[in-house]
């Protein structure tokens, strides 16, 4: 939580229709366009720094500009901050703003400067509000975290400096080689003290527009919940000629009518569609658009099942007594349950209820962090994290990690892993079946579709008689309110859950791995019913001792990038092990139709403003783009690349302070 980013599992089947940023296209580009298409969540608020929701972020990221933002290579560029320079022991990053960038209201009104001051005032913000994504920063900016925890009062002791109005320096407590990629996220954001004085409790607000100000490529125009949310160019933006889209249009879909994403795209109200293969629709799209019908390249974003690890509401369940509960309790502590279902769940028939059979494996992801994040030694971390898993047993010996391919699905393996369970479990007095609460939103169809494949596999390879997953359907708001929005682990009602996924916040291991850290006092550990700081028997019960005390000593390591690296893939290995969390798609690898620009966005592999759903520099062409298109501008874009990747790289030094 593009978190980390803290996705709604809807996100997935609905919101990755476009490509990345832009080559050679012989389609005529339309001129003072407009973006139509649907978002999937409102925000709970619009204070872009107390929120770690993707909910929230991709709304105020068209907004509000930082420090930097992605170029359309994945590099990070000059935004708010026009350079930058780092010290020799990497502690103190020092960045020097343009002159040209303001403050609007809502109205479009010009309303002051952006100074260096505004930084300062969005973390001590941020920490007053005990922001959702303080353990972005927590740990790293120098003090902050004895102001957070009241060992100091004063907020001149923290590691963020306003040095004049153009310059804002912060101190790190250690050095961070990735800190730069985290200054899209907007807890590092800028808030001018004046305007969040003015408004009190109700910056941010979420049903008012007008609670924040503007400095970015666009205004929220309207924000209606459950009902539409607009965007209007900033006419006043200081980069407004890579602003290509004058308005963004979003409608609200609750996943219900799978088939009027298509219906609209194709009467032309939508720009994009996704599409769904197991509708009728879908032969009359592969009719019309057959040469149009393209998949997106997998993203950041990984989505799972996770296990709840210490149940302790019960208001949405399919148990009959106190018994089934203490009995589903203790399976699920037991790890060789947990990994018969990781062994038993058949993930590809899961994705192919969105994607069709065609597409069903595109999107398949194995572990949390994807395998090609980060390189050690010039291998991918995922084959590091291949050899470091066969160590924990003969289970995981010749599994596969790659992309795009199903290496976790095993009868023989789940069978093997429920007996093993069975036998441990049945010794303390637990009773068989284990029946397992999977709370769904009833009007969620795709969603619901997933559920019921996830528990055909489940229950086929288990057998009946050990494992039953009961599907819980509810009302949006509940579903939301017990899952995705349960602000604790004791509102989290619910056995198993598909409901969130998560977005690194920057490009390290670490902000992936370290939402199930218990040891972080800001860790995302409700993921998996727990607190952070708390609940260390139930850690231990659960068999994570070895993952946490991995990931602890991974982050601890400053100094040797490879070393960290290493330290990671370990840490990864003990979580896939661990199997509290069973990992199932990533964004993009689904079919769609499109009329946005192949490759004509931002992209990063973290961070806000990375992907498709920010609209500066996003540009729409007049027809659908095509497989052809689309195969061209992706060979043009990868050279293009590798170009850019290797001058931003040599670039990095002339940042480092003589």
């Given at each position: 939580?593009?978190?980390?980013?803290?996705?709604?599992?809807?996100?997935?089947?609905?919101?990755?229709?476009?490509?990345?940023?832009?080559?050679?296209?012989?389609?005529?580009?339309?001129?003072?366009?407009?973006?139509?298409?649907?978002?999937?969540?409102?925000?709970?608020?619009?204070?872009?720094?107390?929120?770690?929701?993707?909910?929230?972020?991709?709304?105020?990221?068209?907004?509000?500009?930082?420090?930097?933002?992605?170029?359309?290579?994945?590099?990070?560029?000059?935004?708010?901050?026009?350079?930058?320079?780092?010290?020799?022991?990497?502690?103190?990053?020092?960045?020097?703003?343009?002159?040209?960038?303001?403050?609007?209201?809502?109205?479009?009104?010009?309303?002051?400067?952006?100074?260096?001051?505004?930084?300062?005032?969005?973390?001590?913000?941020?920490?007053?509000?005990?922001?959702?994504?303080?353990?972005?920063?927590?740990?790293?900016?120098?003090?902050?975290?004895?102001?957070?925890?009241?060992?100091?009062?004063?907020?001149?002791?923290?590691?963020?400096?306003?040095?004049?109005?153009?310059?804002?320096?912060?101190?790190?407590?250690?050095?961070?080689?990735?800190?730069?990629?985290?200054?899209?996220?907007?807890?590092?954001?800028?808030?001018?003290?004046?305007?969040?004085?003015?408004?009190?409790?109700?910056?941010?607000?979420?049903?008012?527009?007008?609670?924040?100000?503007?400095?970015?490529?666009?205004?929220?125009?309207?924000?209606?919940?459950?009902?539409?949310?607009?965007?209007?160019?900033?006419?006043?933006?200081?980069?407004?000629?890579?602003?290509?889209?004058?308005?963004?249009?979003?409608?609200?879909?609750?996943?219900?009518?799978?088939?009027?994403?298509?219906?609209?795209?194709?009467?032309?109200?939508?720009?994009?569609?996704?599409?769904?293969?197991?509708?009728?629709?879908?032969?009359?799209?592969?009719?019309?658009?057959?040469?149009?019908?393209?998949?997106?390249?997998?993203?950041?974003?990984?989505?799972?099942?996770?296990?709840?690890?210490?149940?302790?509401?019960?208001?949405?369940?399919?148990?009959?007594?106190?018994?089934?509960?203490?009995?589903?309790?203790?399976?699920?502590?037991?790890?060789?349950?947990?990994?018969?279902?990781?062994?038993?769940?058949?993930?590809?028939?899961?994705?192919?209820?969105?994607?069709?059979?065609?597409?069903?494996?595109?999107?398949?992801?194995?572990?949390?962090?994807?395998?090609?994040?980060?390189?050690?030694?010039?291998?991918?971390?995922?084959?590091?994290?291949?050899?470091?898993?066969?160590a924990y047993g003969d289970q995981w010996k010749g599994i596969n990690l790659a992309e795009a391919q199903d290496g976790l699905y095993n009868k023989d393996k789940a069978k093997a892993a429920m007996a093993k369970a069975?036998?441990?479990?049945?010794?303390?007095?637990?009773?068989?079946?284990?029946?397992?609460?999977?709370?769904?939103?009833?009007?969620?169809?795709?969603?619901?579709?997933?559920?019921?494949?996830?528990?055909?596999?489940?229950?086929?390879?288990?057998?009946?008689?050990?494992?039953?997953?009961?599907?819980?359907?509810?009302?949006?708001?509940?579903?939301?309110?017990?899952?995705?929005?349960?602000?604790?682990?004791?509102?989290?009602?619910?056995?198993?859950?598909?409901?969130?996924?998560?977005?690194?916040?920057?490009?390290?291991?670490?902000?992936?791995?370290?939402?199930?850290?218990?040891?972080?006092?800001?860790?995302?550990?409700?993921?998996?019913?727990?607190?952070?700081?708390?609940?260390?028997?139930?850690?231990?019960?659960?068999?994570?001792?070895?993952?946490?005390?991995?990931?602890?000593?991974?982050?601890?390591?400053?100094?040797?990038?490879?070393?960290?690296?290493?330290?990671?893939?370990?840490?990864?290995?003990?979580?896939?092990?661990?199997?509290?969390?069973?990992?199932?798609?990533?964004?993009?690898?689904?079919?769609?139709?499109?009329?946005?620009?192949?490759?004509?966005?931002?992209?990063?592999?973290?961070?806000?403003?990375?992907?498709?759903?920010?609209?500066?520099?996003?540009?729409?062409?007049?027809?659908?783009?095509?497989?052809?298109?689309?195969?061209?501008?992706?060979?043009?874009?990868?050279?293009?690349?590798?170009?850019?990747?290797?001058?931003?790289?040599?670039?990095?030094?002339?940042?480092?302070?003589?």
């Amino acid at each position: 939580m593009k978190k980390g980013k803290w996705l709604a599992v809807a996100g997935v089947t609905v919101l990755s229709v476009s490509v990345l940023a832009a080559c050679g296209n012989s389609n005529k580009t339309s001129k003072g366009s407009v973006y139509n298409y649907v978002y999937v969540q409102d925000p709970d608020t619009l204070d872009y720094t107390i929120s770690g929701r993707a909910s929230t972020s991709e709304v105020t990221q068209q907004a509000i500009d930082g420090l930097l933002e992605y170029d359309r290579f994945g590099n990070l560029i000059p935004s708010l901050a026009k350079k930058w320079t780092v010290s020799k022991d990497g502690l103190t990053y020092t960045y020097k703003l343009r002159d040209d960038a303001k403050w609007y209201t809502a109205d479009g009104e010009e309303y002051a400067k952006v100074t260096a001051n505004d930084f300062v005032t969005g973390v001590k913000h941020a920490a007053d509000k005990n922001s959702d994504a303080l353990y972005l920063i927590q740990d790293s900016i120098a003090g902050l975290d004895d102001y957070i925890n009241g060992k100091t009062k004063d907020f001149s002791t923290v590691g963020v400096k306003a040095l004049d109005k153009h310059t804002v320096q912060y101190t790190l407590k250690q050095p961070e080689n990735f800190w730069n990629s985290k200054l899209t996220y907007g807890v590092l954001a800028p808030v001018n003290a004046d305007f969040l004085k003015s408004k009190g409790k109700d910056f941010g607000k979420a049903s008012d527009v007008s609670s924040i100000l503007y400095n970015g490529p666009y205004l929220i125009s309207s924000l209606t919940s459950k009902s539409s949310i607009e965007f209007t160019k900033n006419e006043n933006y200081w980069d407004k000629k890579n602003v290509h889209i004058d308005n963004v249009q979003l409608t609200y879909y609750d996943g219900q009518d799978q088939e009027s994403l298509f219906r609209n795209f194709d009467k032309g109200a939508y720009t994009a569609a996704r599409l769904f293969p197991t509708t009728p629709s879908y032969k009359t799209a592969k009719k019309k658009y057959g040469e149009s019908i393209t998949y997106g390249p997998q993203k950041s974003n990984t989505f799972f099942v996770t296990f709840n690890l210490n149940r302790t509401a019960y208001g949405h369940t399919k148990k009959t007594n106190d018994k089934q509960k203490d009995d589903t309790h203790k399976a699920i502590l037991n790890k060789d349950f947990r990994q018969a279902l990781t062994f038993g769940f058949n993930r590809k028939s899961y994705s192919a209820q969105s994607a069709g059979q065609e597409g069903a494996d595109k999107s398949l992801r194995n572990m949390l962090v994807p395998p090609a994040f980060v390189q050690i030694k010039d291998q991918d971390f995922g084959k590091i994290v291949e050899k470091d898993l066969a160590a924990y047993g003969d289970q995981w010996k010749g599994i596969n990690l790659a992309e795009a391919q199903d290496g976790l699905y095993n009868k023989d393996k789940a069978k093997a892993a429920m007996a093993k369970a069975k036998e441990a479990l049945q010794a303390q007095g637990v009773q068989f079946p284990i029946h397992l609460d999977l709370p769904q939103e009833q009007t969620a169809t795709v969603l619901l579709q997933q559920a019921q494949s996830m528990k055909q596999s489940i229950e086929d390879t288990l057998g009946k008689e050990n494992v039953v997953i009961d599907i819980v359907e509810l009302q949006s708001d509940t579903y939301n309110n017990v899952t995705y929005m349960a602000e604790t682990p004791a509102q989290q009602d619910w056995d198993l859950t598909t409901a969130s996924g998560w977005s690194p916040d920057y490009t390290d291991p670490g902000s992936y791995l370290d939402i199930f850290n218990s040891k972080l006092p800001t860790a995302q550990t409700k993921f998996i019913g727990i607190q952070p700081l708390k609940d260390q028997a139930i850690v231990s019960e659960a068999g994570l001792d070895d993952f946490t005390q991995l990931v602890t000593e991974a982050s601890k390591i400053t100094n040797d990038q490879e070393a960290r690296y290493e330290k990671y893939a370990q840490a990864q290995a003990a979580l896939i092990d661990s199997a509290v969390y069973i990992p199932t798609v990533s964004l993009g690898g689904t079919p769609r139709v499109t009329r946005i620009v192949p490759y004509s966005n931002a992209f990063g592999w973290a961070g806000v403003k990375s992907d498709d759903t920010y609209y500066k520099y996003m540009k729409i062409q007049d027809k659908p783009v095509t497989v052809k298109q689309q195969a061209k501008a992706a060979k043009e874009w990868e050279k293009a690349k590798e170009k850019a990747t290797k001058k931003y790289e040599e670039s990095l030094e002339k940042h480092i302070e003589k």
